[in-house]
């Protein structure tokens, strides 16, 4: 099953022993699985290397050869695919704000960089291990001079899995669940005056598998509940040429969407609304019917007028919505849409207007992207194979319609995480035969 959800409760059910973070049993799904399963947390540090779980992470596929067209369909849109991408050169057209490596992550957990503040201070975190009491910390660092700034100990999170959803000039907001797994889902709120933490739970909202959270512009936290899970199809997925499942054309899923305050626990409100993922901007609310499966249609709300409309994507119609983001005028929809001859995916990031028109669509087997709140830089990473010259981290500019490649390679880590500026970007290259990474932070120029 290339579902995280169903990766999670088989490893609850035969969990494995010692000290190990949530976070390595999601990095050895994503190395093992499709990566088009993943969650709109994507951008979170993964830790120690999770070989006792890797043989229950493929699962059972089923069914019969998938037998499309040889090749991917074109998109009904403007096309770019990844040949198309300009090589970006450093200090011409952006600029290497930081970097920091790790040697070797199969051997042990190490140290991260989970985003870039308001302010410009990166977010850096010192992993839970034996050298750290199985405890994680955090500091505020300056990517100029490298000079930590260590955060007083957060209390009571263990080496539970904690991703970031704000990272404020005035605070920090950091989510994870009560058990690390399912449960009742909570907010670690740093006041970067006082200098303290607090830790919010609230009663009244209902338990989940995973803190699908997002800030909303009246600083409320956005929470999608578990609704509908789209099932496999009797006798399980068909199987694509290259012997994995291809799901798609799989049925979605959908939340129900709930609002809580960040400075009071009764403040809970359920939002009466059905959805699949959900975006904001300064000026408008954008979600979708579905997510992790057939994406229906795009509805946007004006927040200040409460004004609404929605439009047909014309997304291929066998592709999946994995990720979903906006701007006031632009719309980033990443999708898997099949598996071809010679195992030839079809993946895809679908940028539209706010009011549907088609801008572009970047196609390219092993494409993922995202557009993370606040930015205008579309980050699309490519995982073709060690060997693949294919593989790197590409960007297209929404501001200027540039089309680049970062980097060579890609490494198997999920890292990274929300950056302050809307021009920066998190990007992250192998190390060591791949046992490592160095993660960078970046800033497109104009």
Request: with cysteine; charged share 25%; net charge negative.
């Amino acid at each position: 099953m290339n579902d995280l959800k169903q990766l999670l409760r088989d490893t609850v059910a035969d969990a494995p022993p010692g000290h190990l973070d949530l976070a390595s049993i999601v990095a050895t799904g994503h190395r093992r699985v499709r990566a088009r399963r993943t969650t709109a947390f994507g951008g979170v540090a993964l830790a120690v290397a999770g070989v006792v779980v890797a043989a229950s992470l493929v699962g059972s596929v089923g069914g019969d050869r998938a037998e499309p067209a040889s090749t991917p369909p074109r998109p009904d849109a403007p096309t770019m695919r990844l040949a198309d991408a300009k090589r970006a050169v450093e200090g011409r057209d952006y600029d290497v704000l930081a970097s920091y490596t790790n040697e070797n992550l199969n051997r042990d957990n190490g140290q991260y960089l989970d985003g870039v503040t308001d302010d410009g201070l990166i977010l850096f975190r010192n992993g839970p291990r034996d050298g750290t009491g199985w405890q994680q910390h955090y500091a505020l660092m300056d990517p100029a001079t490298g000079e930590k700034d260590w955060l007083p100990d957060l209390k009571g999170v263990g080496q539970d899995q904690l991703w970031p959803v704000e990272l404020g000039a005035d605070q920090l907001v950091l989510v994870s669940l009560e058990n690390g797994l399912r449960g009742a889902m909570r907010a670690h709120v740093f006041d970067r005056t006082d200098q303290e933490w607090r830790t919010l739970t609230w009663p009244g909202l209902p338990k989940t598998d995973f803190p699908r959270a997002q800030l909303g512009p009246d600083h409320r936290l956005y929470v999608r509940i578990p609704a509908t899970q789209g099932e496999p199809p009797a006798g399980g997925w068909p199987t694509a040429s290259d012997g994995e499942a291809d799901d798609a054309d799989a049925a979605g899923d959908t939340f129900h969407l709930w609002s809580v305050s960040l400075t009071e626990s009764s403040d809970v409100r359920d939002e009466q609304l059905s959805v699949g993922d959900v975006a904001f901007t300064a000026s408008s609310m954008m979600w979708t019917d579905r997510t992790n499966g057939d994406a229906g249609s795009v509805h946007v709300r004006g927040l200040a007028s409460g004004d609404e409309h929605s439009f047909d994507p014309h997304a291929g119609e066998r592709c999946n919505l994995l990720g979903f983001g906006a701007t006031d005028d632009r719309v980033v929809m990443s999708e898997y849409c099949g598996t071809y001859d010679d195992g030839v995916r079809d993946d895809r990031v679908q940028i539209l207007t706010a009011d549907g028109a088609q801008v572009v669509t970047l196609q390219g087997s092993g494409l993922d992207g995202v557009l993370p709140s606040g930015s205008e830089v579309v980050n699309a990473s490519v995982y073709a194979g060690d060997d693949d010259s294919r593989s790197g981290t590409y960007v297209y500019d929404l501001s200027s319609d540039r089309f680049l490649r970062i980097s060579d390679g890609l490494s198997q880590w999920g890292l990274g995480g929300p950056t302050g500026d809307a021009r920066q970007v998190m990007w992250h290259t192998p190390v060591n035969h791949r046992n490592g990474a160095t993660q960078w932070v970046g800033r497109l120029r104009d």
